[in-house]
Structure formats: structure tokens, C-alpha cells
């Protein structure tokens, strides 16, 4: 469902492909859109962050090291922060054979990359990473995502969403871009004040689903806000969050959960 503010009878769970379709296809990457697309999720979510020269990137880690050969390619420039290297560096980086060397060739996208490859297939939930790093990345990533026709596109139509685990962050960032709706994540439980506060100014609190209970749910709900939860790969662990009627459920494995609305 597209972010509401107004509580009331709400449509099937959002299908949300974490990092794209992550369990099939190296996480972040353009085959992860596709496949996330394939996969007929509702809403793609990803992770953003800043490279030296100021190029807004899609990438989880802080540091290149997991998700890409960057060990091989700059061994002397550990410990391999993402903002130590330019976009152009980035670029030369296989982001894909790490996974399964059918993918070898994977490229680090762009924010813009990434989002013209979801275009109209899909709505966007956008992370950015570790703001605290970036000072105003606040102001590149608003700058940036309203240079793209197929952005405000997804804006017009209910489709985007910008989340963040730094709540003061994400509250300057709303400031700046008060029509694009947002998120609260919670590695925690959100108490009854911190949804009373959420509802306040944002439109979504996504906790990660362990700590939460149906009262979490029905919490968020009676505050008009949507809520969806993260990351749920187990097959009845979204049995259980659908049963609790959640708005969206995060996943590495989109097929999974669609067969899962399919079948009932
Ligand atoms: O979408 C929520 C989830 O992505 C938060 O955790 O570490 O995978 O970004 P993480
Ligand atoms: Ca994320």
C-alpha cells in the first residue's frame, strides 16, 4: 500500500525485494532490480551512500570489502571505505562474481541507475546508509532523486519512500523534502511514545520483525501509520507477519512471499 496517512481498511501486503531479489542475485546490484522485477515484487528497497567526488551510490557496507573485488584491485587502500574512493574507481570494481560467477561483470550502480532500472516496474524504499558519514547528504540525495523524470513519477504515484535507522537524519531530511513520505526503522521494539512521536511527521515505522509483537502492529495502525517489517526470509515468519496484517514485509526472497499471498 502506498503510505497513508489516514488510518482505515488497508490492501494486500507489499511484497519488498531487501536490496533487491538478494537471496538470487548479488545484493544492490542492477540484476537484483531485475530479477526483484521478475520476481513481481511491489516495492524495491536499497542502500545508499556517497563516493569521494560526491556521486551518490548503492552499496549496504560502509566499506567496498564484502560485496566487491575491491581487496584485489586496491590492496593498499585498506580498509576500503566507500568515501575514500571516486565514482570512476567504484566503477572498475566487480560487484558480482563474489556471489556466483554467473554474475561476474556486476557493476556498483548510481542512485540514478538504479532508480531508471526500477522505473514504473516498481515502488522505491530507499535507505540511505550511515548518514551521519555524509554531511549533507541530505541535500545531494533531495537534489539528485528530483533531477530524475522517472523519480517524480514514482513521487506522483504513492511509490517512494525514504527510510533510515538515524531518526534525527531522516527528520532534517523530511524538513527538506516534506512531500516525499518516510520511514522510521527500529532494530528494536518501538515503544507507544516513539510511534506516538513517529506519527508526528513520518508515515512509516519498519522494525525488524523479531522484537514485535500483534499489540506493535495494532500500535502503529491506531497512530494512522504504515508499518513494515524486515528482513523476513523464513517462510513462517511471514506467515506470521502477514497474519498480524502488516502493510509491507522485507525480504531476500520476494518469490517466496508472493507464493506464499498466492496460495493463501
Ligand atoms: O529495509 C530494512 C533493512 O534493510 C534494514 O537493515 O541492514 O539490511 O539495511 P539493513
Ligand atoms: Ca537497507
Same mark, same amino acid.
Given at each position: 500500500p502506498a503510505a497513508s496517512a489516514a488510518p482505515g481498511p488497508r490492501p494486500a501486503v507489499d511484497v519488498i525485494a531487501h536490496r533487491g531479489s538478494s537471496g538470487a542475485a548479488p545484493e544492490n546490484t542492477l540484476a537484483a532490480v531485475k530479477l526483484a522485477i521478475a520476481h513481481r515484487s511491489d516495492v524495491v528497497e536499497n542502500d545508499i551512500q556517497r563516493t569521494k567526488d560526491g556521486e551518490l551510490v548503492i552499496m549496504h557496507d560502509t566499506t567496498l570489502a564484502r560485496t566487491t573485488d575491491v581487496e584485489q584491485v586496491?590492496?593498499? &587502500?585498506?580498509?576500503?571505505?566507500? &568515501?575514500?574512493?571516486?565514482l570512476a574507481e567504484i566503477k572498475r570494481l566487480d560487484a558480482g562474481a563474489w556471489f556466483?560467477?554467473?554474475?561476474?561483470?556486476e557493476r556498483v550502480p548510481t542512485l540514478a541507475e538504479w532508480v531508471n532500472a526500477v522505473g514504473r516496474q516498481a515502488g522505491m524504499l530507499l535507505e540511505p546508509k550511515a548518514?551521519?558519514?555524509?554531511?549533507g547528504i541530505e541535500t545531494d540525495l533531495d537534489k539528485e532523486l528530483r533531477s530524475l523524470p522517472v523519480f517524480d513519477h514514482a513521487l506522483r504515484s504513492g511509490r517512494v519512500v525514504v527510510q533510515s535507522f538515524n531518526h534525527p537524519w531522516l527528520r532534517a531530511y523530511k524538513d527538506l523534502a516534506p512531500d516525499v513520505p518516510v520511514g522510521l526503522l527500529f532494530s528494536n521494539k518501538p515503544t507507544e511514545a516513539d510511534i506516538a512521536a513517529a506519527a508526528t511527521w513520518a508515515q512509516q515505522v519498519n522494525p525488524a520483525l523479531g522484537p514485535i509483537d500483534q499489540a506493535t502492529v495494532d500500535q502503529v495502525h491506531a497512530r494512522g501509520l504504515e508499518i513494515h517489517v524486515w528482513t523476513v526470509n523464513a517462510g513462517q515468519d511471514m506467515r506470521r507477519a502477514i497474519g498480524w496484517k502488516v502493510d509491507g514485509v522485507i525480504t531476500n526472497y520476494p518469490q517466496v512471499l508472493r507464493d506464499i499471498l498466492q496460495r493463501g
Open positions: 586496491f590492496p593498499d &587502500r585498506a580498509p576500503w571505505n566507500v &568515501r575514500d574512493f571516486t556466483a560467477s554467473e554474475f561476474k561483470g548518514p551521519e558519514l555524509y554531511p
